[in-house]
């Protein structure tokens, strides 16, 4: 057991899911509190998607790279591991904002009738589904930064 403290374990499902929750919870609470619903900005949804690419983009390049492919030259272990905490980082934000900005739709569902509500649910739904690739391009870039197993088995492996 001593030997796994001083490794970093990946992202699993539990961490994400009680994020996303809470963060449902919150948009609930956040709109069912407000008088007047507001407008909701667009801009986070371009945002959002912004940086579900570049980093879906950088897993690519990154997997390649770890994993010694031809005409790749190989990554620094310090870098490797700037990658996997921006990846945590934007995990556990994306699964945060997907909460909270499905709560925000879940909450003026049933008020689709009025145009403010009408806007406000689709600028939360595809916030949330811009959260949701974000979510995934993190996992993905997180992902992309294991190193392989040896075939050996003998010595531990390491990037190169």
Known sequence: ???????????????P???????????????????????????????LLLLALAEAFTAGRTRRRIRHE?????????SAARLVALAKASALFASLALGFFAGMALAVSDMLVLPTQRE????????????????????YLEYACRVPEDDDGDEPPTVR
């Open 120 to 139: 406000v649910f689709l600028t939360a739904l595809v916030t949330a589904l811009a959260a949701g690739l974000l979510l995934a391009a993190a996992l």
């Open 70 to 78: 031809p005409g790749t030259e190989p990554i620094q272990p310090l």
């Open 17 to 47: 899911a009680l994020l996303a929750v809470l963060g449902a919870l919150l948009g609930v609470l956040f709109t069912n509190a407000l008088p007047a619903l507001p407008v909701l900005p667009w801009s986070a949804i371009p945002t």
């Open 1 to 15: 057991m001593a030997e796994d403290e001083g490794r970093l374990r990946p992202t699993g499902w539990r961490v």
